[in-house]
C-alpha cells in the first residue's frame, strides 16, 4: 500500500482542528468579554444606585441634626449607617468645608476627588458628594468613600470563572474534534491511498465502506470507479494485444510480400537477361550476317543495319528494366557501390540537381533484406523529388552509430505542409518498408523548406 506523507500544516485533520480551534477560541472570548463586561456594568450599577440611596438618605436626614447643632446625636445615627461593608469612609462638612463628623479613614489633608462614576475611579474608591439642605439653604456636606475592591474581587471571579470554563470548553471540543476527525482523516486517508494505488496501476484495491455516510457513499463510489476502470483497462489491455498482434502480422506479411516481390523482380530480371537478352544477341548476329552476306542487295543491307540499331536499342530498354527490377551491382558489390550507380544514373537523367552522397566506412556486410529496402526507399525518395520537389541539391547521409544504421534524404525543394499533406503511395510504402526493417521514419518538411527523411534502422 502506498503511503503518502502529507506536511502537517497542509493535513485535512490539522486544518480542521486548528480551525474549530480558533473559532471556538474567538466565539469563547467574544463571549467572555461580553458576560465580564455585563457583571463590571451590573456591579457598578449596583455600587452607583446603593450609594445614591445611601448619600440621599444621609442628606435628607442630617439637616435638622446640623440645624440644630447636635453632632453627638448625627453621628451616632451614622454609625448606624456605616456597617455597609463597602462603605470605607462617612464624613460631614459643615457650610465651611469644615469637618464635623469623620467615620472611617477619611483624608483630611489631602481631600479626594468626586467621581462621576466606579467605573471611572483610578485610586480604588468611589468618591460622591452631596449637599445639606434645609428649606433650600445649605447647611453643608456628606461625602461617602465606597471601596471597589469587592467589586473587582466579584468581577475577577467572574473572569477566572469564565475563562477557566471557556479553557474547559476548548479542551473538549479539541478532543471531540480530534476524535471526529481521526475517524474521517482516517477514511479519507484510506481513499487517498487507495486512489494513489490506482494511479500506479494496481487496480485490485478496494477501501472499506464502514458507515453509510457521505465518506462511505464516496468509498463505495470509489470501489464502483476502480471496478469499472479495471474492467474497462483489462479491455483496453485485451484490445492492445490483439491490435499489436494484428500490426506484428501486417509486418509479417508486408515483409513477405516485399521479399516476394523483390524474389520476383530478381527472377524477371534473370529471365530477361537469361533469355530475352539471349534472343536480341542472336537476332542482332543474324542481322549482321545477313547484311556482311548482302553487299549487292542495298535494300537488305539497310534492314538488316536497321534490325541491328532496333535490337541494340530493345537490348538497352532490357537492360534499363533489368538494372529496375534487380540491380546486379547491388548483388556484388553492396548497398553503397549500388547507390552510388543509382545516384550517378539519376543525376544524368536530372543535371539540373546535384546530388551529395556520404556514407560512413564502417557501412558494409548488411543482410540482403537490409541492402535491398535501403536502396528501394533511396530510389523512391529521388523519384519524388523529381516529380514534386523542384529542388536543386540533394544530401543522402548513410552511415552507422553503434547498432542502428541511418539514412538521412534532405532537398531544398518546395516541401509541403505536414498538417494539411495526405500522404501518397510513396510515403506508404517507405513507412513499410522502414517497419519491414523494425526501423523508424521520420518525415520534417516546411513550405519552401524543404524535406527532410530521417531513417533508423536497428542492426541484430
Known amino acids: 500500500m502506498i503511503n503518502q506523507s502529507i506536511p502537517l500544516l497542509q493535513s485535512l485533520r490539522c486544518r480542521l482542528i486548528v480551525s474549530v480551534v480558533v473559532i471556538e477560541i474567538v466565539m469563547l472570548s467574544i463571549l467572555v468579554w461580553n458576560n465580564i463586561s455585563i457583571i463590571q456594568t451590573t456591579h457598578t450599577d449596583r455600587l452607583k444606585d446603593t450609594a445614591d440611596s445611601i448619600i440621599q438618605q444621609i442628606a435628607n436626614t442630617s439637616g435638622n441634626y446640623m440645624v440644630a447643632v447636635d453632632y453627638a446625636t448625627l453621628e451616632d445615627y451614622l454609625k448606624n449607617i456605616t456597617h455597609y461593608k463597602e462603605l470605607l469612609y462617612l464624613a460631614i462638612l459643615d457650610r465651611d468645608d469644615n469637618v464635623v463628623i469623620s467615620l472611617g479613614p477619611f483624608p483630611q489633608k489631602n481631600r479626594p476627588a468626586i467621581d462621576i462614576s466606579p467605573a471611572k475611579t483610578n485610586d480604588g474608591v468611589y468618591d460622591i458628594a452631596e449637599e445639606i439642605k434645609v428649606a433650600d439653604q445649605p447647611m453643608g456636606k456628606v461625602l461617602l468613600g465606597f471601596s471597589l475592591r469587592i467589586m473587582q474581587d466579584a468581577i475577577e471571579k467572574s473572569r477566572f470563572r469564565g475563562i477557566s470554563i471557556a479553557i474547559i470548553e476548548i479542551i473538549l471540543t479539541v478532543i471531540v474534534t480530534v476524535i471526529i476527525g481521526l475517524g474521517l482523516t482516517r477514511r ?57 498482434k494484428l500490426l506484428q502480422e501486417n509486418r509479417q506479411l508486408i515483409h513477405t510480400s516485399l521479399e516476394i516481390q523483390e524474389a520476383e523482380r530478381k527472377h524477371l530480371a534473370r529471365e530477361l537477361h537469361d533469355e530475352l537478352g539471349q534472343c536480341l544477341t542472336a537476332i542482332q548476329a543474324d542481322a549482321e550476317l545477313i547484311r556482311d552476306l548482302s553487299n549487292e542487295d542495298k535494300r537488305i543491307t539497310t534492314s538488316a543495319t536497321a534490325i541491328m540499331d532496333v535490337s541494340s536499342r530493345v537490348y538497352d530498354v532490357v537492360h534499363s528494366m533489368m538494372h529496375r527490377l534487380r540491380p546486379g551491382i547491388l548483388d556484388n558489390l553492396g548497398l553503397v557501390e549500388a547507390l552510388k550507380d543509382e545516384i550517378k544514373s539519376w543525376e544524368s537523367r536530372n543535371p539540373l540537381t546535384k546530388c551529395h552522397f556520404t556514407f560512413s566506412e564502417n557501412v558494409s556486410e548488411l543482410s540482403e533484406h537490409t541492402n535491398i529496402t535501403l536502396y528501394r526507399i533511396v530510389q523512391e525518395c529521388l523519384t519524388n523529388i523529381t516529380k514534386h520537389a523542384n529542388a536543386s541539391k540533394v544530401n543522402i547521409v548513410l552511415s552507422k552509430k553503434e547498432n542502428t544504421l541511418l539514412l538521412d534524404v534532405s532537398d531544398n525543394g518546395t516541401g509541403f505542409d505536414m498538417k494539411s499533406h495526405n500522404r501518397g503511395l510513396g510515403l506508404i510504402g517507405m513507412r513499410e518498408r522502414v517497419e519491414s526493417l523494425n526501423g523508424h521514419l521520420q518525415i520534417e518538411s516546411k513550405i519552401n523548406a524543404g524535406v527532410k527523411i530521417k531513417i533508423s534502422v536497428p542492426l541484430k
Open 188 to 244: 479519507l486517508g484510506m481513499l487517498s491511498n487507495a486512489a494513489a494505488e490506482v494511479e500506479a496501476g494496481n487496480y485490485s484495491v478496494t477501501v472499506d465502506t464502514e458507515v453509510c455516510d457521505e465518506v462511505g457513499k464516496t468509498a463505495t463510489a470509489f470501489n464502483r470507479m476502480v471496478s469499472e476502470v479495471s474492467n474497462r483497462t483489462q479491455q483496453l489491455q485485451k484490445s492492445e494485444a490483439r491490435s499489436s
